[in-house]
């Protein structure tokens, strides 16, 4: 038993329905952007007292600087796996 709405109508135009195509799509960035990041250095040890708002700024921007780090590593690894940390996959 079918429903009225759902049942096909004698005079109903049936279109032709175009099958979709897949395409591989390989863009790969500039090899400026694959370029793995450098580390830096620290601070020096040192006995130096810093004031409490700088201690704080200076610790945001470690930890920006990380994330952008790991996201530009995580970055190149889509596009070349494992070409910064040098460990064949």
């Known amino acids: 038993m079918t429903l009225a709405g759902c049942a096909r109508h004698a005079g109903e135009i049936r279109a032709e329905v175009p099958k979709p195509v897949a395409v591989v799509v390989k ?12 580390s830096t250095e620290g601070f020096p040890q040192a006995d130096a007292v ?6 704080a700024a200076i610790i945001r921007l470690a930890k920006a ?19 910064c940390s040098g460990k064949p996959e």
């Open 27 to 38: 863009d790969t960035p500039p090899a400026e952007l694959l370029r793995c990041p450098e």
């Open 50 to 55: 810093m004031a409490r708002p700088t201690r």
């Open 65 to 83: 600087y990380a994330g952008l780090r790991s996201q530009l590593e995580r970055l190149i690894d889509w596009n070349a796996p494992k070409h």
